[in-house]
C-alpha cells in the first residue's frame, strides 16, 4: 500500500540504540521529521543525520522531534550515534517490517541479492498522526531538501 499526504502515518515499535521500544504513537503531540536512512555509517547516511544533528536545536524550537530508521540492528546503529553524537532517537527496523509499511523497501541494494535496505525517505508526521510531507529518493545517493523540510514545518 503507498503511503501519500494525509494517511495516517503507520505506528511502529522499534529498539533504540540503548535496546528500549519505542513507538510512533509516545512522540505524538508534536510534529515529527521520520527519516529512513539506507544504512548506518554509509557516507550519505552519514552527511544526512549529521546535517538533523546540526539542524536539531532550530527543528526542536518549531515544535518537532527528529527520528531516524535504519534496517540496521541496534548494535550498529549504537556505534553510528555515538561516533556522530546524535541528539535524536536512531530505531533499527531489522526485519523490515515498518519500512515495508512506509512503502520505501529498497531491494538488493547495490546489487546484492536479499540486502534489502529502506529507500531514502523523509515523511513529516503531524500532530494528529497524518502524513504532512513525504520525500522519497530511487537514488540512495540523494540527500533530502534540508531547507524544503525547514520550511515545511515553519
Known amino acids: 500500500m503507498v503511503l501519500n499526504v494525509g ?10 540504540t540503548e ?4 513507538t510512533l504513537d509516545e512522540f505524538k503531540g508534536k510534529k515529527i521529521v ?4 539506507v544504512a548506518a555509517s554509509s557516507p550519505v547516511c552519514e552527511v544526512e ?6 539542524s536539531w536545536k532550530e527543528i526542536s524550537d518549531m515544535g518537532a522531534q527528529i527520528i531516524s530508521i535504519s534496517n ?7 556505534a553510528f550515534a555515538e561516533k556522530h553524537n546524535f541528539n535524536f532517537p536512531l530505531l533499527g527496523d531489522y526485519t523490515s517490517k515498518t519500512i515495508k509499511e512506509y512503502d520505501i523497501l529498497l531491494k538488493d541494494l ?3 541479492k536479499d540486502y534489502n535496505a529502506a529507500k531514502r525517505s523523509v515523511f513529516i508526521i503531524m500532530e494528529d498522526g497524518k502524513v504532512g510531507y513525504k520525500w522519497v529518493s530511487e537514488d540512495p545517493l540523494k540527500e533530502p531538501n534540508y ?8
Do not use: Q
Request: glycine share 2%; hydrophobic share 45%; net charge negative.
Open 7 to 16: 494517511d495516517l502515518a503507520p505506528n511502529f515499535e522499534l529498539p533504540d
Open 19 to 22: 535496546l528500549k521500544m519505542r
Open 110 to 112: 547495490l546489487h546484492i
Open 34 to 37: 521520520l527519516s529512513f536512512i
Open 147 to 154: 531547507e524544503e523540510i525547514k520550511n515545511f514545518l515553519k
Open 72 to 78: 540496521d540492528g541496534p548494535f550498529a546503529n549504537k
Open 49 to 54: 543525520l549529521c546535517t538533523f544533528r546540526d
